[in-house]
C-alpha cells in the first residue's frame, strides 16, 4: 500500500478537492461582486438627469385603484374612483402635520384660483379635527376631499409620503406621480403642459 491510498478503497487523496475550496473562492469573489453592485447605485444615485422626486410608479398608465373615502370633517364631498372620470385632475395626498405640505399648498391654492384643474385631496392619517382647522386657516384648494385616516387608500396608490401629487386623465388613468412637495418651476414647466395636453 502507498503513502497516497486511503483505506482499503484504493482512492488517492489526488483524487480528493480539499472541503471548502469552493466555499472560499466564493467568500474571495462576494466583496468584489459588492463593491459593483454598490459602486453601481452610487452611479445611478448620483446621475444628475434623474430627479429623485420622480421615482417610477407601477401604477402610471393605470386606472386609479378602487376606493371610497368619506369627506373630512365639516366638509360635505367626500372622494372616490368615480370622481375621477370625465376631466383631467390633481389628486394631492397632503395632511395637517406635514411641513412640506405647507410649503406648496400656496401653489394648490393658486390652481384653484386660476381655474387650472380641479384638485381633489387625499387626507392622509389625520386627525379629523386637525384637518378640519387645517383646511380652515390654510384655505381649501380641493374640489372634493377624502379622509383617509388609516391610510389604506394611500397604500393602493403606491404612496411613500406626504405630499404626494398626482395628474389623472380625464378616464382615471394616473398619468404621472411626483413625489415630494410641487414647485412653481415644477407645476410651470411640467404638471401644467401636461394637463394641457391631456385635454387635447
Known amino acids: 500500500m502507498t503513502e497516497n491510498t486511503v483505506g482499503e478503497r484504493g482512492v488517492t487523496a489526488a483524487d480528493h478537492r480539499p ?11 462576494l466583496p468584489v461582486i459588492l463593491f459593483a453592485v454598490l459602486a453601481g447605485l452610487l452611479l445611478w444615485g448620483l446621475d444628475p ?3 429623485p422626486s420622480e421615482v417610477p ?18 366638509r360635505a364631498l367626500g372622494f372616490s374612483t368615480e370622481d375621477l372620470k370625465g376631466q383631467v385632475s390633481l ?3 397632503f395632511a395637517s402635520w406635514c411641513v412640506a405640505c405647507r410649503a406648496e399648498h400656496p401653489l394648490l391654492m393658486r390652481l384653484k384660483r386660476d381655474g387650472v384643474v380641479p384638485i381633489n385631496g387625499l387626507n392622509y ?6 384637518a378640519a ?3 380652515g386657516t390654510m384655505g381649501d384648494p380641493y374640489t372634493r376631499v377624502g379622509a383617509d385616516l388609516d391610510g389604506r387608500v394611500a397604500i393602493d396608490w ?23 412637495p410641487i414647485t412653481g418651476e415644477i407645476l410651470d414647466r411640467k404638471i401644467i403642459p401636461l394637463i394641457e395636453k391631456l385635454r387635447q
Do not use: H
Open 57 to 74: 410608479s407601477v401604477l402610471i398608465g393605470k386606472l386609479a385603484p378602487d376606493f371610497a373615502l368619506p369627506p373630512v370633517k365639516g
Open 133 to 135: 382647522q387645517w383646511l
Open 158 to 180: 403606491g404612496v411613500y409620503g406626504v405630499p404626494e401629487t398626482f395628474v389623472v386623465d380625464r378616464d382615471g388613468r394616473i398619468v404621472y406621480k411626483r413625489i415630494g
Open 125 to 130: 392619517k389625520d386627525k379629523p379635527d386637525d
Open 91 to 93: 389628486v394631492n395626498v
Open 49 to 51: 438627469a434623474r430627479d
Open 19 to 29: 472541503r471548502g475550496v469552493g466555499l472560499r473562492r466564493l467568500l474571495w469573489g
